[in-house]
């Protein structure tokens, strides 16, 4: 299997199923701290150390997600911790995009 953070993501615009539990678990070995929720989300929080730094970090994934055509969901709560939410809104659920774009956001922590 093709590492994650070597792909880009493909443009989704529906069409397609959701890829199902057997389809995401290898992506899952590469995004260990990452946990689908429902079968249809892929999520992760972060902690950092004061409210300024979680900030400079969405910056970051915001970046990474403009660069791929592909965006989360973010949630910043508790002046410190921020949630990021994955799925492909066109298809309902799962696709590699998620996926792929959790493993470059790993990469900035």
Known sequence: MEKLTEQKCEPCEGGVDPLTRDQFEGYLEQV??????????????FQFKDFVKALEWVNKVGDIAEEEGHHPDIYIHSWNKVKITLWTHAIGGLSINDFVVASKIDRVT
């Open 32 to 45: 260990p701290d990452w946990s689908v929720r429902d079968d249809k989300y892929v999520e992760r929080e």
